[in-house]
C-alpha cells in the first residue's frame, strides 16, 4: 500500500503504490505508526476523487466525485486523535487536463501515478476533537 522512511524532525517520507486508495493508505499509515498528532503535505496524480462540500445554510453535506486524471497540487491535512484513534482531516486539489482546479474536504482519491507525501509527528502532544453542537462539527480539543 505504501512504502516509508523514516527522516530528522519526527517526519516520514512516503510513497503511496499506484491504485492505492489516499486516504485508507494516510489512516493505515497513521495508525501502524501510532502517529495521534501531526500534518500531512503532499502530491501526485489520481483518477478519481471524491469530495464533500458542507452546506452552512442546510448544513448538509454534499458529495462529488470526479472521475478523470488529474494532478495533485495540493493535499493538506492534520492528524489529531478521537476515541483513541488517529483522526484525519485533509483537503485536496486538483488540476484537470484544461488546467482548471476542482477540490474540497477528501473524502477518497485513487492514486493513477504516484503520490508522494510527508507526514510530521507531533509526538506527545494531545490534539482531540470533541462534537461542536452549535455547527455540527468535530473540532479540536486541546
Ligand atoms: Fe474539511
Not at 71 to 81: F, R, V
Amino acid at each position: 500500500m505504501y512504502q516509508s522512511l523514516a527522516v530528522p524532525g519526527g517526519r516520514y517520507v512516503l510513497s503511496l503504490d499506484n491504485h492505492t486508495e489516499i486516504v485508507e493508505a494516510l489512516n493505515a499509515f497513521c495508525r501502524e505508526k501510532n502517529i495521534l498528532a501531526g500534518q500531512i503535505i503532499g502530491l501526485g496524480a489520481v483518477c478519481e476523487a471524491t469530495f464533500r462540500f458542507l452546506d452552512s445554510n442546510t448544513m448538509k453535506y454534499v458529495d462529488k466525485c470526479f472521475q478523470e486524471q488529474m494532478e495533485i497540487t495540493n493535499l493538506t491535512g492534520n492528524i489529531s486523535q478521537k476515541d483513541g484513534a488517529p483522526y484525519l482531516h485533509i483537503h485536496l486539489t486538483c488540476s484537470r487536463r484544461d488546467y482548471t482546479c476542482v477540490g474540497g474536504h477528501l473524502l477518497k482519491a485513487r492514486i493513477n501515478g504516484a503520490c508522494e507525501l510527508v507526514v510530521e509527528d507531533f509526538g506527545d502532544a494531545h490534539i482531540g476533537r470533541r462534537l461542536d453542537e452549535q455547527t455540527g462539527l468535530n473540532m479540536y480539543q486541546f
